[in-house]
């Protein structure tokens, strides 16, 4: 069973930058995600990578100011947030997909493992 552990959150600014990190207890030929949880919302996708890092996949929300990327060796996954604002308020989660070298997904169900989640707060 593969344990996530996210760390790098905390308290900016709007318009501020934070690099979460996702530290697998294993290396992961699978897709990796990042979801969050905003104050009385549902779960939502964030951005997620493919195991070799070649494809990515983001929410129309945070195109152009999030970048994900993963270091296999470190067996460790990022989210690079450039450009916050105070919507991006949440509870961020690292997830691991289901499927050996599958497709990056923003399916909550084709995620198998998840981390506690980090929080982070952007204040205007």
């Known amino acids: 069973q593969v344990q996530l552990v996210e760390s790098g959150g905390g308290l900016v600014q709007a318009g501020g930058s934070l690099r979460l990190s996702c530290a697998a207890s294993e290396r992961t030929f699978n897709a990796m995600g990042w979801f969050r949880r905003a104050p009385g919302k549902e779960r939502e996708f964030v951005a997620a990578i493919s195991w070799s890092g070649g494809i990515t996949y983001y929410a129309d929300s945070v195109q152009g100011r999030f970048t994900i990327s993963r270091d296999n060796t470190k067996n460790t996954v990022y989210l690079q947030m450039n450009g916050l604002k105070p919507e991006d308020t949440a509870v961020y989660y690292c997830?691991?997909?289901?499927?050996?070298?599958?497709?990056?997904?923003?399916?909550?169900?084709?995620?198998?493992?998840w981390g506690q989640g980090t929080q982070v707060t952007v204040s205007s």
């Open positions: 997830a691991c997909g289901q499927d050996l070298a599958g497709p990056p997904s923003d399916l909550q169900y084709e995620y198998d493992y």
